[in-house]
């Protein structure tokens, strides 16, 4: 058990509220920042370890008056989790700058940004900072300019900050999730992605939204205390396999 406090950013669902839910179990008070208002207080209601509070990480303002209030409430800061992220996708040539900034201002700026805001505290207790990015950053795929160039971004920023910030004792390390099985994806995925998800993947299944967490908790740990830098792929295999063809395979 532990009384460290991690940051969670787009925690009112999906992989950050499944974050926020492990780490609480965990020992750790969590401060979960979500825009989604309505959302955040619901699923924050009664929760005895954790606080909302409202924020849209790609608005700067937004993050200089929210980091204060979560130091305020905890009075420390041990990691922070950058999962807050949009996807939109299209086409190249249907992609305008208006949805190129919405992909880029959500997902790459809010990580700039609320490290930055997030670093004298991380400094103080030699903390941990732990982006979320994606299976797109690593591999290219179509209709995804945007997104998988904003995610491609987020890890070589994480290189970045371990690189600055490990001499001042904070870790940085990246996890990009493969194919993950959230309402959302369940949502837009018809069946025949998800077969041709299924096939691609060598564990052969999409991934639990609590998996990515415990890969997400341990690097937030002193399990990972030497563990700066990595980029850790929670996919299921997807992206080691490259052009293996899944016909080939025993069964």
Not at 63 to 87: E, K
Not at 128 to 136: D, E, F, G, K
Not at 164 to 191: F, M, W, Y
Request: charge should be negative; hydrophobic fraction near 45%; aromatic fraction near 6%.
């Amino acid at each position: 058990m532990t009384n460290n406090v991690v940051l969670i950013t787009g925690a009112a669902r999906g992989i950050g509220l499944a974050t926020a839910h492990l780490m609480m179990d965990r020992g750790w008070h969590v401060a979960m920042l979500d825009r989604d208002g309505e959302e955040l207080l619901k699923v924050t209601s009664g929760l005895e370890k954790a606080a909302p509070f409202i924020c849209d990480v790609s608005i700067p303002k937004e993050v200089a008056t929210a980091l204060p209030q979560v130091l305020s409430r905890f009075g420390r800061l041990d990691a922070v989790v950058n999962n807050a992220g949009v996807a939109e996708f299209g086409p190249i040539d249907q992609t305008d700058f208006a949805m190129w900034r919405r992909v880029m201002e959500t997902n790459l700026d809010g990580v700039f940004l609320v490290s930055q805001e997030a670093m004298p505290a991380l400094k103080a207790t030699k903390g941990a900072i732990v982006n979320i990015a994606s299976i797109s950053g690593l591999r290219a795929s179509t209709l995804r300019v945007a997104y998988g160039t904003s995610k491609a971004a987020v890890i070589q920023m994480t290189k970045q900050q371990a690189a600055e910030l490990g001499e001042s004792g904070i870790r940085a390390n990246c996890v990009c999730p493969g194919p993950v099985k959230t309402k959302l994806a369940l949502a837009v995925h018809s069946q025949e992605i998800i077969d041709a998800y299924h096939d691609a993947i060598p564990l052969n299944r999409y991934g639990q939204e609590v998996e990515i967490a415990e890969v997400i908790a341990f690097l937030c740990s002193d399990q990972a205390a030497y563990v700066t830098g990595q980029v850790i792929a929670a996919d299921g295999g997807f992206e080691s396999t490259g052009v293996g063809l899944p016909a080939l395979r025993d069964k």
